[in-house]
């Protein structure tokens, strides 16, 4: 049988259910009666040609769950052994053990014994089996040569499935009955895992969900307090203060009609009026990086009657580098003459080239003009950051990109969504992407799925094609 890294065309929508990072591994369990090779098989498959990752905490009594890896691709190996020991009240073991077993399972490998032929023992075992209606590879054991091979069709009459030769002893076929496993469960492939690993670190680090976190950053004297203050001023909000997650900071938490809880980062300094000690400039550039790493959305202020500074383009760096979307706030905007408004808004585009998908807003915080305008802006940003776009459209999204320009020298076989906050997307294809093609992919993608001004994150994984 082929390799199971290769995959056709047709498998695609399966492969790409995968993406969901809550998936747990594949669970084969292997049942059959006394004395058919079920340990040997599990030794074989554990100890040579599958390695064993770790031991799980046991399933449930007398059972012993193992991690395996077959090419790549990852499942978990329920050992039963031992269940059907004694012939005696076979029914009452087999409802009580093996249906469970079986039920839990995503897969059952049922195995009998070419040498001996059909039992009612397994009978009994293939009729549990039927009831409880989960995928069954029905694994002829102790074909250790071919002379063997036209003896295991007696086993088709379980009616659960072509029989598979099999020689757990010798290995004989042990590669086929495992890349059929794999195949029939879909299990994930190692690198997969790894990828929804990180990205589930990375949501938990993300803390409490219900609230959006907002960071309002920027040089000092841009008027950052007096926007703080407008944001919460509006009546319907309801303002605490909290404790901050580093020493000394203190947190704002609103509660807003249309966006629920909005938490603002660090703002001790904003509330209160006297801020001694605060007024330099690499005291605020401090505490701005860290309210960035912390933001949902970052709101850059920049003082309209100065532009933007180096300080200014430092800080647009680490909010593109951080991956949270960002409003760039062009403030104090009532002081200028309407040619400086042209000016200085072309500027600022200019030098803050990294934030191009941002919203640039022109308000007056002083007087509250345009400030209504933020709010708009952070609720589309947040949706957008929390998107979660079903597998299928975004491989139908792909697939048009690619026939309408084809990249050149490879080919995008699949893509999914690994992660939201950002949306993050993990590629997989035939040889690496050409940095251009993928920024074409992702304003496909950002049109086609209204992300706005949200950062896309990529992952490019090398696959063998189909
Ligand atoms: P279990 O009780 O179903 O777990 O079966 P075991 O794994 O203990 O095997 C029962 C007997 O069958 C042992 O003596 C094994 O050595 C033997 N056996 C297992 N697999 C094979 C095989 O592929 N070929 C042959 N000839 N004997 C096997
Ligand atoms: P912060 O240090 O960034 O928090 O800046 P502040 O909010 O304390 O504002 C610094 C100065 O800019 C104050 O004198 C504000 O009155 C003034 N200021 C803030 N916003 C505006 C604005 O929209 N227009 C004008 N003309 N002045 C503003």
């Not at 589930?200 to 219900?210: E, L």
């Not at 909000?237 to 901050?244: C, E, K, T, Y």
Request: aromatic residues 6%; proline residues 4%.
């Amino acid at each position: 049988m082929a390799n199971t890294n290769k995959r056709s065309g047709a498998s695609l929508a399966a492969m790409a259910d995968t993406g969901n990072p809550e998936r747990r591994l594949p669970v084969v369990a292997i049942v059959g009666r006394p004395n058919v090779g079920k340990s040997t098989l599990m030794n074989r498959v554990v100890g040579k040609r599958v390695a064993i990752v770790e031991e799980k905490a046991k399933v449930t009594r007398d059972r012993k769950a193992l991690d395996a890896t077959w090419a790549g691709r990852k499942f978990v190996l329920v050992d039963t052994g031992g269940w059907l020991a004694t012939g005696d009240e076979l029914d009452a073991k087999v409802s009580a053990q093996a249906e469970l077993a079986a039920k839990e399972a995503d897969l059952v490998v049922f195995v009998v014994d070419v040498t001996v032929g059909v039992t009612d023992e397994d009978d009994q075992v293939a009729k549990m089996l039927k009831k409880i209606g989960k995928p069954v590879i029905v694994a002829a054991n102790k074909v250790d040569s071919s002379t063997r091979d036209n003896d295991i069709w007696i086993f088709s009459r379980f009616g659960l499935g072509d029989p598979m030769p099999v020689s757990a002893l010798h290995g004989r076929s042990s590669g086929e009955l495992l890349d059929k496993i794999v195949e029939v469960t879909d299990a994930p492939f190692e690198d997969e895992l790894e990828d929804w690993a990180a990205d589930r670190q990375d949501q938990r680090n993300k803390r409490d969900h219900d609230e959006l976190r907002v960071a309002i950053v920027g040089r000092p004297n841009v008027g950052k307090s007096t926007l703080f203050n407008q944001l919460i001023g509006g009546e319907r909000s309801v303002v605490h203060d909290l404790a901050g997650t580093t020493t000394d900071s203190v947190d704002t938490l609103i509660e807003t009609e249309a966006l629920g809880k909005v938490r603002f980062i660090d703002t001790a300094g904003m509330r209160r009026k006297s801020r001694v000690g605060e007024g330099t400039e690499y005291y605020s550039m401090v505490r701005a990086l860290r309210s960035i790493d912390e933001a949902d959305v970052c709101l850059l202020v920049i003082d309209g009657t100065e532009g933007v500074s180096a300080q200014d383009q430092r800080l647009a760096e680490r909010i593109d580098a951080a991956g949270s979307p960002a409003l760039v706030i062009l403030n104090k905007w009532d002081s200028l003459s309407t040619e400086e408004k042209l000016d200085t808004g072309e500027e600022a585009e200019n030098r803050l080239a990294f934030l191009s998908y941002s919203p640039f807003l022109r308000i007056s915080a002083k007087s509250g003009a345009g400030v209504n305008k933020i709010w708009a802006a952070i609720a589309q940003a947040s949706s957008a950051y929390r998107t979660r776009i079903p597998t299928r459209e975004l491989n139908l999204c792909i697939q048009k990109a690619q026939s309408e320009h084809p990249p050149k020298g490879t080919r995008i076989l699949y893509i999914v969504q690994g992660a939201t906050d950002p949306p993050t997307m993990t590629l997989f294809s035939t040889r690496p992407i050409d940095p251009q093609y993928l920024r074409f992919v992702e304003r496909r993608i950002r049109e086609r799925f209204g992300l706005g001004n949200t950062p896309i994150k990529f992952r490019v994984r090398r696959r063998s094609e189909g």
